[in-house]
């Protein structure tokens, strides 16, 4: 008897895994281009250079998590090494930031309680053999 495979859900040819995916990345780049471009205009960047460097961070995270999900979503090899690139430098500034060790000045301590997990779940997901032959032809 073999065991039959349950069916694989998908949409547009994705997995829903991808879909769930690049959404979320989507959100938190947009979120993340948005405020860290708002941040940065309104700073007085002749007195605060430790909280400029925070919003440009805060910029230029935003817009390569945009530029990556797209490319994951078109299936490219440059997104998938993309994504884990950015989450693996999430992972790593914050846990800076947690351990009260020096990394971008201003990164708030907060957010990285939930930003280190998440990060950890999307390299994960996107080191799962599937995930990763799909990418990594």
């Known amino acids: ?13 994705r997995s829903l ?4 995916l690049t959404a979320a990345q989507l959100l938190i780049g947009a979120i993340h281009a948005f405020f ?5 205009a309104g700073e007085n960047l002749s007195g605060l250079p430790a909280t ?24 490219k090899k440059s997104g998938w090494v993309g994504m884990v690139a950015v989450s693996l430098f999430v992972i790593a500034g914050d846990s800076l930031v947690v351990l009260n060790l020096p990394s971008v000045p201003g990164i708030p301590k907060f957010p990285a309680y939930t930003e280190i997990p998440y990060s950890i779940l999307v390299v994960y997901y996107l080191s799962l053999k599937h995930v990763r032959a799909k990418f990594l032809k």
């Open 52 to 75: 400029a460097a925070y919003d440009i961070y805060t910029f230029v995270f935003g817009a390569l998590t945009l530029v990556f999900a797209v490319l994951i979503w078109q299936g």
């Open 17 to 20: 895994g991808i879909v769930i």
């Open 36 to 40: 860290g471009a708002l941040l940065f």
């Open 1 to 13: 008897m073999s065991k039959k495979q349950p069916p694989i859900i998908t949409y547009k040819g």
